[in-house]
């Protein structure tokens, strides 16, 4: 490993090492647990990304019906198929 891989490593888990809050605290928790053990990772890891983008900053008290639905239509617009799985994924990840 060279030092810039290094450097690179540490900035990707510098927020990890000061905890956060909300739903990103949850997106790392499955990050760090399932995404190692799904057998097709870069699947659960691709639709894991579009809802940490969405969903990461906010508390997950605050996620309503209503901003899943308001998600999962505008994802359809570029693809049917992950906006019907991801609400899935983001129920598992609320287990």
């Known amino acids: 490993m060279t030092m810039k891989d290094v450097q690179a490593e540490y900035a990707r888990w510098l927020p990890r090492l000061f905890p956060v809050t909300g ?4 997106f ?12 097709s990772p870069n699947t659960r890891d691709s639709n ?9 900053e906010i508390e997950p008290d605050d996620i309503e019906v209503s901003h899943v ?4 239509d ?22």
């Open 23 to 26: 739903m990103a605290e949850l």
């Open 28 to 39: 790392d928790r499955y990050e760090a647990e399932s995404i190692p053990v799904k057998k």
């Open 48 to 56: 894991y990304r579009k809802l940490r983008q969405v969903f990461g």
């Open 69 to 72: 639905y308001r998600y999962m």
């Open 74 to 95: 505008a994802r359809n617009a570029s693809s049917r198929t992950q906006a019907s799985h991801e609400p899935t994924l983001l129920k598992h990840i609320f287990k």
